[in-house]
């Protein structure tokens, strides 16, 4: 195979509802199209060397230096000023590849969503900390920058952000908004964070929470009357905090508890399921709010009761994974068999739908 230009490569992917291009040294491109790869047969396999002159002449389009140190590297750029990208190129079998992920450049409303109105509010709220959770691909970026964009929109107010990579770009509006990228602009989230608090921020987006030094900083910008947004990686909304607690040493843990306990407002986790049809995805949300039992729950170390609370909490906004399952169901918006394919008690999900044997003789 000839060398080829990867953005246009990439652009195609795009117009045929991509969101995702691997490529590999001998194998087709391969695109991710509604969850599903698809190799791109029209195209040949890459060669070693085809594939190396092909990534170069994409670091020259976008004037970017992979360092010399390193065996896989994170970066991301704008293609004619419809996507982003969120690329990572590395090496597998001594040989190059690489994975871009497509990212439209407009930044899509909280009600463009299909999310809660609650997500709305919670991006109004002028202290405190919200944490965002999914597996990767889940749309927490998508969201997140929803919520930076409703206060953007509506707030005269300085958002600062710190990402790796940044993938929306932000125009100001009644904010100001400075986005810093790792590497770049910051050489890490805790950096990022330590000087943040010098830079007069109202709100602060955390790309992602997963040392401690990081949530020790976010803690302490969420207490002093900063609202701070960020990713975590938990399966459910009720053990993120857990998650947060056990990074720190046993004997910090419990001071570590009622900080958390003070500031935490809200965890958001998130999936994509499968639309009906196929042609799609549906956001299918998790929302614990912190309701003042879960706050002591917190701060007396109960944390394994946390997830009991999540079916009494309804009147507060808060849902638990699986009734966001049964109510996207009952809306049409995903299939039962996903439901049950996502749920974490079938029994829960018999209960409410109906067993499953029923679905498939549908």
Excluded: W
């Excluded at 419809?82 to 009600?111: D, G, P, Q």
């Excluded at 930076?148 to 932000?170: A, G, M, Q, R, W």
């Excluded at 002093?224 to 857990?242: D, F, K, M, Q, W």
């Excluded at 039992?293 to 849902?319: C, F, V, W």
Aim: proline letters at 4%.
């Amino acid at each position: 195979m000839a060398v080829i230009d990867i953005s246009k490569l990439i652009l195609h992917a795009y117009q045929l509802n991509a969101s995702d291009v691997h490529l590999s040294t001998n194998e087709n491109p391969v695109f991710r199209i509604f969850g599903e790869l698809k190799r791109l047969k029209e195209v040949e396999p890459f060669s070693s060397n085809d594939l190396q002159k092909s990534l170069e002449i994409l670091f020259g389009q976008i004037g970017f230096t992979p360092p010399t140190n390193k065996k896989e590297v994170d970066f991301s750029f704008g293609v004619k000023d419809l996507i982003r990208i969120r690329a990572n190129v590395y090496f597998e079998r001594r040989n190059y590849a690489a994975a871009f992920r497509i990212i439209t450049k407009k930044i899509r409303k909280l009600a463009d969503l299909n999310v809660p109105i609650l997500l709305r509010e919670l991006a109004e709220r002028d202290r405190g900390m919200i944490l965002v959770s999914g597996p990767t691909g889940s749309g927490k970026s998508t969201t997140i920058a929803a919520m930076i964009e409703h206060v953007n929109e509506s707030k005269p107010l300085h958002i600062l952000t710190i990402e790796d990579p940044v993938e929306y770009v932000f125009e100001n509006k009644m904010s100001i908004i400075h986005q810093r990228e790792l590497g770049l602009d910051t050489l890490s989230f805790a950096d990022g964070l330590k000087y943040a608090l010098r830079q007069d921020p109202d709100v602060i987006l955390v790309g992602e929470m997963r040392d401690l030094d990081t949530m020790e900083l976010a803690l302490t910008a969420a207490e002093t009357g900063h609202l701070v947004l960020a990713t975590i990686h938990t399966n459910s909304a009720p053990t993120a905090p857990e998650r947060v607690i056990d990074v720190f040493p046993a004997h910090q843990q419990k001071q570590v508890g009622l900080q958390l306990a003070n500031s935490l407002i809200a965890v958001i986790y998130q999936r994509l399921v499968r639309q009906v049809g196929g042609k799609g995805f549906a956001p299918v949300l998790e929302i614990m709010m912190v309701t003042d039992a879960i706050r002591n729950l917190i701060r007396e170390g109960k944390l394994h009761q946390i997830e009991s609370l999540m079916d009494t909490g309804k009147k507060y906004g808060m849902i638990s994974f699986d009734y966001a399952l049964i109510d996207a169901v009952k809306q049409k918006k995903i299939s039962k068999e996903d439901a049950f394919l996502y749920c974490r008690s079938v029994e829960k999900m018999t209960k409410e739908l109906g067993p499953l044997t029923e679905a498939l003789r549908e």
